[in-house]
DNA sequence: CTGAAAGCGCTTACAG
DNA sequence: CTGAAAGCGCTTACAG
């Protein structure tokens, strides 16, 4: 209800031409002293504010958004709101909002939605985390709208986009290791999802140090519980079923690694002792389990600051809205490694009656 | 790079006017099915898209942004995650996209900040979560700029501004009665922040049902967790190490009952027989704790989805874009308790030695 | 350093 | 039902 006024306004105020006020508004050089100060006056008593409608008509750069999008796409959770907190760390600084969008990536319409909403709603960038990153069709669409993206994600999948990543290969060895270390030889493994890039490089990572250390990968010792909670209950409940059961549980993050602590809990194991459980990311919950949990530090909020980081320096180069340079960057974050309970030396442990074999399923 | 087109393009392809043209995309009456049939071809055929800046510099309606925004106060974790998946359930059926941005209220430059987003981002609505709620920078910045807005609150604090929450109150009133049912006469209560409006209705709730059952509020059975683990622990600490101890500790929120459940666990006591704990919020750990924490469900999905709707009804009702009805809007949704392992009727205790009695902090 | 003119792509009156 | 003209608020050439 504020910005009535016009340029031609503030410029009979001012007693100078629109082009003098549309100069000063833009910043140019070749104002006298004195014009520019009438100038701001009377756009300073007019309470003008330029039509970004009427400037963006003629040629101009298509008018910035200055808004970053982050588009993601299971439900994600925490994982989801860290990125975005990164992101907007980066972005509030330099006058930038966050827009979040979640993906029905495998949806029919997908295509037509996507085209729509970069059509409809203007951003001037985008993140993308796992598992979209890899999705030709998103790609695709921003390359036509001409609008830049970096990838959240472990691996370089492409000269062409830019990436930023944990060493997630490294990071999962070196937790095996620690396991090694404390003298354990049979060590259980719990996967993930295999849409997610970091699930085959944590694997990787556990089979290499097993591998190094001369320890035998059994097969009755790998489940597959889909990075979610409920679905790896059975699993570990199968794993502590077993006659000759591990004494270390690695899963492949935060959430199996509860469950597997449930499972042990309920079987009135003693923990750490009798059972070593280590996680990956460093959830909020790993802290508040009992035993609180051995992890890997996923440093996701500052994935999403990096992200954005290298996307607002590319927006706010000025000139060259072209492209990134080749090969585009591919950003690698520290990670460390959280010792918690969850971990301790192997104990001796007294051997046991063979319990009956429970079959394999 | 592709809408290269004009409208006049358009006119010339079809051998009409750009009237009609634009006639056809605005859809309005008194043109013929021939002529509307010629310009459909034509539009199809060079792909045009009419400019969304040279419409609005004539009068026409300020452009909807098709964007909804949520303004939360502090980092929020899963809370914020959800509201947000609640209202883009509703907003995407609709076309609309979801924007988030962290307010700093309390920095001095708040309201600068605040001016500067609403009129570079430009959001059709906002629903704003506690503590922002009942900050009148806000409400003012935003009633300035004639944006609507809802709150997410389980106090009706205004007749002009809409809400949504769930009774807190009474789910906290419930939540103590489940305890008393269970024969427990000591119960201690971990409150949570003052600035957060669930805080205290949570706390009324638990002194109502105490009241109501004729038993005394032990003021050492109360701490300030500040809704933080970390705060709780110590809090937990020094409830659980009092002489005679309570046999169930309620917190305002599941952090701060995780952090009792910690606490618990490295006393060695038997869970749920020596102790009860409940919690309040239902956050992604309280199933994954030892033992499965007893809480009330905080429809946070449902609050994001109710409070897109509430907007969204405005916003597309066409005209009218005046104000929301008087009284506005205030809806109270439903929650859910949920009994899960963490609670268990009191067992009639052994009376043991008084321990030396710990220094009031 | 300053300004009068033309034009951006579309829409609003106003005629037919 | 259709169209030629004028105009939205601003910017881009082009002169002084």
Redo the contacts between chains.
């Keep these: 209800?504020?910005s009535k006024s016009t340029i031609v306004d503030v410029a009979q105020l001012a007693g100078v031409s629109i082009k003098t006020v549309s100069r000063v508004i833009n910043n140019e050089r070749h104002v006298s002293g004195e014009m520019r100060r009438r100038v701001r006056a009377a756009v300073e008593t007019l309470g003008f504010?330029p039509?970004?409608?009427?400037?963006?008509?003629r040629g101009v750069a298509p008018?910035r958004?200055?808004?970053l999008a982050h588009f993601y796409g299971d439900?994600?959770?925490?994982y989801?709101?860290e990125i975005?907190?990164g992101m907007?760390s980066r972005a509030?600084a330099v006058?930038y909002?966050?827009?979040?969008?979640?993906i029905d990536y495998e949806s029919p319409e997908a295509e037509a939605?996507f085209r729509?909403?970069i059509?409809?709603?203007r951003f001037d960038g985008a993140v993308l985390t796992a598992p979209l990153t890899d999705n030709p069709m998103l790609r695709r669409v921003l390359e036509?709208a001409?609008t830049p993206f970096v990838a959240v994600t472990p691996l370089s999948e492409s000269p062409q986009i830019p990436s930023v990543g944990m060493d997630e290969r490294r990071a999962s060895y070196q937790l095996t290791q620690h396991l090694i270390a404390f003298g354990h030889r049979r060590i259980a493994y719990l996967r993930g999802l295999p849409n997610h890039a970091g699930a085959q490089l944590r694997f990787e990572g556990f089979q290499q140090a097993m591998r190094e250390a001369g320890l035998p990968l059994d097969p009755a010792l790998i489940e597959d519980g889909e990075f979610h909670?409920d679905v790896a209950i059975p699993c570990a409940g199968r794993l502590l079923a077993q006659p000759d059961r591990p004494t270390a549980i690695m899963a492949a993050n935060d959430?199996m690694a509860?469950?597997v602590?449930?499972v042990a809990?309920e079987l009135e194991l003693k923990l750490p002792e009798a059972l070593s459980v280590v996680g990956f990311d460093d959830i909020?919950?790993a802290?508040?389990?009992?035993?609180?949990l051995t992890t890997v530090r996923h440093p996701v909020h500052k994935l999403g600051a990096a992200a954005a980081d290298l996307l607002l320096t590319r927006l706010l180069r000025g000139g060259a809205p072209d492209a990134w340079p080749t090969p585009a960057p591919h950003l690698i974050l520290n990670h460390d490694i959280v010792l918690r309970a969850s971990t301790a030396p192997v104990l001796a442990r007294p051997s046991r009656p063979r319990l009956r074999r429970t079959a394999p399923s």
């Design positions: 209800m504020k504010e039509s970004p409608s009427a400037r963006s008509v008018q958004s200055h808004v439900p994600g959770g925490i989801v709101n975005q907190l907007m509030r006058g909002s966050v827009l979040v969008e979640q939605r729509g909403l059509r409809r709603v036509d001409g909670y959430e509860a469950a602590l449930k809990c909020p919950a802290e508040m389990l009992w035993p609180a």
